[in-house]
């Protein structure tokens, strides 16, 4: 029986100890100190990430690719074919494009998404469901500096996943659109009112457009772009849809839900903007 | 020694298997369950409430640290869930897999509160309403459907071990 006591008495002395410590490092969780610990932990634990990822990869690889060999003559005709049709478009878009530059240059708008990106793979993504992070295999070497964008291409359109907050030698980690401490300035495509996109994960994978005008009319379904305000995300990038509206009686301003546009668990290629984002410009945006 | 162990390599292989883009396959409905709750409950259901705290410490630094959110919050949540599941382990009696069954269903409703306080504490108030959503009593019960599994393979690899 004073067995059974004194486990329990070790048990609670060593939960106290523990909870201090864990209560501590949420309490320190913003400092310089903690941030590089945790950097450095990130470094030590993502080696082993990427070899796991790597080597599923490769024996995914080596059976679809045994499997694909016979398809590949097929394509290989087709290509030749696509390739054709391409070299005779080529000249014309060459035209096409020259001309839109010297339109541009006439009304003196600048091209708004003109930026160098890297493309990065999605290596490993937060254990818990409560975050939504993703780590992927470019970091400082690759160029990559924090604050940068991070879009994607689904079904040749480009569209926002997230920022860049936490960059190591190797790799990054990506904070996407739909975590609640994520805000991107936003604007309605077709009325052109702006607002602030913030994130709902965990309690929704959908994003909430404030600050809008209530006098814009808003419908479901409505393309929802980046606005460029904040500096981080480049003007007309695509964000999602509007999936729901609500207008309260009071108040001058409205509020809609946006489905984003990227499937979040199917996600495996990123492009990051390699774009130099100010701290002092990001801060006066961003709550962070 | 050998159980020891065994939950170590348990828990390494679920951090990284939650963690690999692989993940998206075990999810249901965009819910994954988690099994590094399950491992931890379970260390802590069949070590006691001591190993159970600090496999469910151990394990949950691992987590904050790849998921780059708040550094402390799994941690916190994890020991109370290994501490908590350790006691009533020690104190009840009966059919085992009802037990776990029962354990990790309201562990995860548990933790769901933890984090949800902790991060509207240390975070932003938003986060709240986590515990009321509709995919944390998906995950507690997909948690509460592998545990029993999870439970016989690890007791049936304890036994080959003790031979």
Known sequence: ?288 | MKRDLLFILLITFFIFLQSSPLSVHLALWGVSPDFLLITVSLAAFLLGPVPGQIIGFTAGLFVDIISGGLLGISAFTFTIIGFGVGIVGQKVYGNSILITISLLFFGTLIKAVVLSMLAALFLKPGYFGYFSQGRIFLEAVLNGVIAPVLFILITGVEKRLKR
């Not at chain 1, 694909?68 to 070299?87: G, P």
Request: hydrophobic share 40%; with cysteine; proline share 2%.
């Open chain 1, 1 to 288: 029986m004073d067995e059974v006591r004194s486990t329990q008495y070790k048990a609670i002395i060593i939960l106290v100890i523990l909870l201090f410590i864990s209560f501590t490092l949420m309490g320190f969780s913003q400092t310089k100190i903690t941030i590089n610990f945790k950097s450095l932990a990130f470094a030590v634990i993502y080696p082993f990430q990427y070899a796991g990822v790597s080597s599923i990869a490769f024996v995914k690889d080596f059976f679809s690719s045994i499997k694909k060999n016979k398809y590949l003559k097929r394509e290989l005709e087709q290509t030749r074919k696509l390739l054709q049709e391409y070299e005779r478009t080529r000249y014309e878009f060459d035209e096409i494009k020259r001309e839109n530059e010297r339109l541009r240059h006439l009304i003196g708008v600048q091209s708004e998404l003109e930026y160098d990106t890297v493309i990065a793979v999605v290596v490993a993504k937060s254990p818990q469901n409560f975050y939504k992070t993703l780590i992927v295999n470019r970091g400082k070497e690759s160029g990559v500096g924090k604050w940068m964008p991070v879009i994607a291409y689904k079904d040749n359109v480009k569209c926002v996943v997230g920022k860049i907050i936490d960059v190591q030698k190797f790799s990054s980690r990506i904070q996407p659109l739909i975590e609640q401490s994520s805000y991107i300035g936003a604007m309605l495509k077709d009325s052109r009112y702006s607002g602030i996109l913030v994130g709902q994960s965990p309690l929704s994978d959908n994003c909430l457009l404030q600050y809008i005008n209530r006098r814009a009319e808003i419908n479901y379904g409505d393309i929802v772009l980046t606005s460029g305000m904040g500096g981080v995300f480049p003007k007309g990038i695509m964000i999602g849809e509007v999936v729901s509206v609500s207008k309260k009686r009071y108040g001058i301003f409205q509020e809609a839900l946006v489905s984003p546009l990227v499937d979040f668990g199917r996600l495996e290629e990123v492009y990051i903007v390699t774009k130099t984002v100010t701290e002092e410009y990001y801060g006066l945006f961003e709550e962070e």
